[in-house]
């Protein structure tokens, strides 16, 4: 299977390169990483670069698409060039994915419209726009269409999706192969269970 | 707080860009990807490329070190400026960290002496070489050494030192920001949980 992970400025680290670890270490599985033209894409931090290494044009067929979230998305959502070659590949594709806010740009470019879907849960009502329905779950699955909640999502949607695209034995290989056994020490990565007043402060440090 | 997260032939990627995500997150806080020269450092699968914007050179007294692991970690144990830069900045730091087997780079440096410490449950017994005491645990504390288990432990790794440098608000904060509250689909995790016979097919997945 090719997968292919569109990189755009601001881009949040995280989203493209926890379904990459999950997906890359898939027997039989490759990634591209892709962008209006190859060469390196910084991050929404400023602090990281990673290297996109083909162009759009030069991989219009893969057959997984996972598309990252970050602050760039809102400048992404007027990037015909990226949303036109989401739709195009989107033809042809097995599975078409994104984690956090890219689940916006899978919308803008008209693939939303009346299905269920995520995103992080800051954008969640934005989701409307492109006539989809917000749904406050880790990871939707709507046919060939997979939406993940905010950043850390991308990693349980990957494993989702690798048992669907392979069988669950594989997924469960590839999560004792990355230690995929979490402990985060506090129960704070939901609006539901985090502290009250910790929205506005995480907030703010997104945008 | 100044982060510098050194990168090495195949190391991989989930290793370094969890805790950079966490940590570059936090306000106040910046992390550099450093190498033996600036330049793009090429990961485990041969399909990621990352930044090093600075060499060790150019970051000598880093607050905080992060020392990702990767199957590139066997070849690193003989690299004598990636060793003397740990060391050297070890004798500085505030905290000296390490992911899956990059607690091994901390070893060969002379860190862990008599110190309890974790890795990638595949490398556990060999951080009795270098001293240490193996603790299959998610992350390990001692004193300013603060080791994580394999690739994804990286995150709560780095979440449990935020909260330790900062405050447990901060810490919880990035958390929510990053939307880390974990679901995975499968709980294979952990040689302690996964199906049996998974371990064989997941180490020939990371070699």
């Known amino acids: 299977m090719h997968v292919a992970i569109p990189l755009y400025p601001r881009f949040t680290a995280l989203d493209a390169v926890g ?20 060469g390196p894409v910084t991050d929404d931090r ?20 996972v598309v990252p979230g970050g ?20 033809g042809r594709t097995s599975w ?17 419209d009346g299905l269920r879907a995520t995103t992080h849960w800051a954008a969640l009502e934005l989701l409307r726009e492109y006539g989809a329905e917000p749904a406050s779950e880790r990871t939707v699955v709507q046919g060939k269409v997979v939406t993940a909640a905010g950043v850390s999502a991308g990693i349980d949607m990957a494993l989702t999706l690798l048992a ?10 590839v999560q004792l192969a990355i230690e995929y056994d979490p ?25």
Chains 1, 2 share one sequence.
Not at 19 to 34: C, E, K, M, S
Not at 164 to 173: G, I, L, N
């Open 19 to 38: 379904p990459y670890t999950v997906l890359a270490f898939a027997p039989g599985w490759r990634v591209t990483f892709v962008a209006a033209e190859p």
């Open 46 to 65: 400023g602090s990281l670069s990673l290297a996109a290494t083909a162009s759009y044009d030069d991989v219009p067929d893969p057959d997984v698409i």
């Open 71 to 90: 602050p760039g998305t809102f400048d992404a959502l007027a990037d015909e060039a990226l949303l036109g070659w989401i739709r195009r590949a989107h």
């Open 96 to 112: 078409t994915t994104s984690v956090c806010s890219g689940s916006l740009l899978l919308g803008a470019a008209g693939l939303l």
């Open 164 to 173: 669907r695209a392979t069988d669950e034995e594989t997924a469960q290989t």
């Open 183 to 207: 402990r985060p020490p506090f129960d704070a990565g939901s609006p539901r269970t985090a502290p009250a007043g910790l929205a506005d402060r995480a907030l703010r440090l997104i945008v």
